[in-house]
C-alpha cells in the first residue's frame, strides 16, 4: 500500500480518503464519538456494524467507546435474542401423543425421533405434558429378590423391629466392628448371623446379629453369598481373618 500511494504522489494524484465519516489527524482518528456511543448501547450494534458505517475499524471503536466510559458487552451479548440455528425443536403435540402411549418412556423418545433428553423435555413443558412416574414396584426394583415368597417380604417391611433390632445389636456391640474393630461411626451395618431369609424365627433376636463394618459386611457376602450361611460359616470367617493377622 504505501508504494501505491508513493507512485500516486508522484505522478500528482491526491489519493482519496474512502473513509469519508472519519477525519485522520496523525495516527489518531476522529468520528463521531457520540453517534456511536448511541448505536451500539440504544441500537445494539456491534462494534464491526459501526466501524463500517463510521469508516473506522472495530479495534477503535471500542477502545475509544471503553474510554469514554461505555460498559463493553461480551461479543456474545449481540447475538441474545437470536434464535441458535443448531437448535432442535419437535412438534410438542406429536411428542405428547407418542408418550402418552402405554409402553413409551423418555428413552423410547430419544431414539425415536434422534435427539437428546434436553430437547424432548422441552417439547414436553410446550405441551404442558407431565412426566410419568417410573414403576419401580415389584419385579422392576433393581433390587428385587426373586428368592423371597410372599410372607417373606411382608416380614421384611416390618422396618421399626429392624431397627430396634440393629440398634440393640450395635448397643451390644459397642459400635464397633466385631471383625476389623473399626469404630469410626457412620460406617456400620448389623449383619444376620443366620441369613434374614431362611431364619424368619430369630430374625429380630439380637443373638442373632453381629455388629460389621461396611467393608466387611460386604466382604463377607461376597464370600458366602446372600443365603446358605450361619454361624458355622461366620466363625470360620472370623477365624481365617484372625489368623491372617496374626502372622
Request: glycine share 8%; hydrophobic share 30%; net charge positive.
Amino acid at each position: 500500500m504505501p508504494t501505491l500511494l508513493r507512485i500516486l504522489k508522484r505522478t500528482g494524484i491526491e489519493p482519496r480518503d474512502d473513509r469519508n465519516a472519519a477525519v485522520h489527524h496523525g495516527r489518531r482518528v476522529r468520528f463521531d464519538l457520540e453517534k456511536a456511543a448511541k448505536l451500539y448501547v440504544d441500537n445494539e450494534w456491534n462494534a464491526e456494524r459501526i466501524g463500517e458505517l463510521l469508516g473506522v475499524n472495530a479495534s477503535t471503536i471500542l477502545r475509544r467507546l471503553r474510554e469514554s466510559g461505555v460498559m463493553i458487552r461480551h461479543h456474545n451479548d449481540t447475538k441474545r435474542g437470536k434464535p441458535n440455528h443448531r437448535r432442535i425443536d419437535l412438534d410438542p403435540q406429536l411428542v405428547a401423543l407418542e408418550y402418552a402411549k402405554q409402553d413409551a418412556d423418555i428413552k423410547s423418545l430419544m431414539a425415536m425421533f434422534g435427539v437428546t433428553k434436553s430437547i424432548i423435555r422441552r417439547a414436553f413443558d410446550a405441551a404442558g405434558v407431565e412426566t410419568k412416574k417410573r414403576d419401580r414396584d415389584g419385579a422392576k426394583n433393581p433390587n428385587w429378590r426373586p428368592d423371597l415368597t410372599a410372607e417373606e417380604r411382608a416380614l421384611r417391611r416390618d422396618s421399626a423391629k429392624q431397627t430396634k433390632w440393629r440398634i440393640q445389636v450395635y448397643e451390644r456391640d459397642g459400635y464397633k466392628c466385631q471383625r476389623c474393630g473399626d469404630a469410626q461411626g457412620g460406617n456400620l451395618n448389623a449383619h444376620h448371623v443366620e441369613a434374614h431369609c431362611q431364619n424368619t424365627k430369630d430374625r429380630n433376636d439380637p443373638d442373632n446379629g453381629i455388629t460389621l463394618c461396611v467393608e466387611c459386611h460386604r466382604g463377607f457376602h461376597r464370600a458366602y453369598g446372600l443365603r446358605g450361611f450361619g454361624r458355622k460359616q461366620l466363625a470360620e470367617w472370623l477365624e481365617n481373618y484372625r489368623t491372617k493377622n496374626a502372622a
